[in-house]
């Protein structure tokens, strides 16, 4: 079985994530969406909200997991047997980024292989920095982040 873990902050879950997610599931057999915790970061969304809202997202996908973890991403994808860590570029400086992220983390862990989609046209510009931008300053998002996940956003 090919499982592979997207890793991130997801704060909040963006529609470029959500494209990325539906991609992949073209490639792999199960996705588990992983929120990294750090507890030090005050986020725009708590990781219950965050994980709530991303599984209800995929409530129709038996393929999408969402959990949360912390340590380092290829330990978690050793405990549920991943053999992938699945990321999304928007651009070079992306690419320039997960490169390093990915060389060390073959050397952690040879068997576990990154895969790197490219961004979606009309999807590259969104990140979840400048969402949280957008919405500090009054903006609207609706164009960026799916409804179900701006739902619980309101909520809070």
Do not use: W
């Not at 998002?141 to 956003?153: A, E, G, Y």
């Amino acid at each position: 079985m090919n499982i592979a873990v997207f890793p991130g902050s997801f704060d909040p879950f963006t529609n470029a994530h959500q494209d990325l997610v539906e991609r992949a599931l073209g490639l792999f057999d199960v996705i588990y969406i992983a929120i990294g915790v750090n507890s030090s970061k005050k986020g725009l969304m708590s990781f219950d909200d965050r994980k709530h809202a991303i599984e209800k997202l995929f409530e129709d996908s038996i393929r999408v997991r969402v959990t949360t973890y912390s340590g380092l991403t290829v330990q978690f994808c050793e405990q549920v047997n991943a053999k992938f860590i699945l990321r999304g570029l928007r651009n070079s400086a992306d690419l320039e980024f997960e490169n390093a992220i990915a060389q060390n983390n073959l050397l952690l862990a040879p068997a576990i292989e990154s895969y790197f989609l490219m961004s979606r046209s009309g999807l590259a510009h969104i990140s979840s920095t400048i969402v949280r931008d957008i919405l500090a300053n009054g903006g609207d998002i609706s164009q960026l982040v799916p409804t179900k996940i701006i739902d619980f956003i309101k909520k809070d």
